[in-house]
């Protein structure tokens, strides 16, 4: 186990390892020289790739403070609720429209078959065509979901706090997760857990997989 580093975050101390990342790879050790010393060969000929930094075990983030990096290792899925029946100025709560659940649909016949969701724990917002989105996927793929208002929209909050709960979220989260949400959430945890910052849109019925500080948006409309 490597020494700690303690950062001063929200008034509580976070404990931080010394560490290494490299290609998906991250490397602990009691000093960054220690985590460098076990890098293969091969790894430690790629020394511009390699970033320098801190790791917190228990919420899988790493941090450069230096280079203003900041990132997660979890894996997560995250998938957009399918078209709505409705526009939101005639109702602020619609459920999903009759193409919204053929969209659904066409996502959960690419879970099946592309993804491996052994493990994975599955968080869905409270709003009802998120709820319908996940109920589709649920019946399908027997994956079970629980209710979370913390990946709810940001509508009704400030900037600031919508960024801080879902911090809070990331944290919080197991190493392998699948959350249905909206649009804003999806984009924020997208650079929240990579680090990117330009990320496009997110349309409707789409799945953007998070692995190894990678993200790929995929579409499912017709």
């Known amino acids: 186990m490597g020494s700690r580093l303690f950062f001063l975050m929200g008034g509580d101390k976070m404990p931080y390892l010394k560490a290494l990342y490299l290609n998906g790879k ?41 280079s203003n990096i900041e990132f997660y290792t979890k894996s997560i899925i995250l998938i957009r609720h399918g078209n709505i029946a ?24 690419f879970l099946q078959k592309r993804v491996n969701l052994q493990n994975t724990l ?5 709003y009802l065509r998120c709820r319908h989105t996940a109920q589709i996927i ?14 709810r929209e940001e509508s009704h909050d400030t900037h600031s706090d919508f960024f801080t ?23 924020a945890i997208t650079r929240m857990a990579t680090g990117i910052e330009d990320v496009s849109s997110i349309p409707t019925a789409s799945v953007t997989l998070i692995c190894k500080r990678q993200a790929v948006c995929l579409g499912f409309k017709y």
């Open 26 to 66: 991250i490397v602990t050790g009691v000093t960054h020289g220690h985590a460098f010393a076990e890098l293969s060969e091969a790894e430690k000929d790629q020394i511009d790739g390699i970033v320098s930094g801190f790791f917190d075990e228990e919420t899988g983030q790493f941090i450069d403070p230096d």
């Open 86 to 109: 409705q526009p939101y100025t005639e109702n602020l709560d619609p459920d999903l429209s009759e193409a919204g659940v053929d969209e659904v649909k066409r996502i959960t016949y």
């Open 122 to 126: 599955a968080f869905v917002s409270p």
């Open 138 to 151: 649920a019946d399908h793929t027997r994956i079970k979901v629980k209710i979370s208002n913390e990946i």
């Open 165 to 187: 709960r879902l911090h809070h979220t990331l944290d919080n989260l197991p190493p392998k997760s699948l959350l249905i949400s909206h649009s804003d959430v999806i984009e």
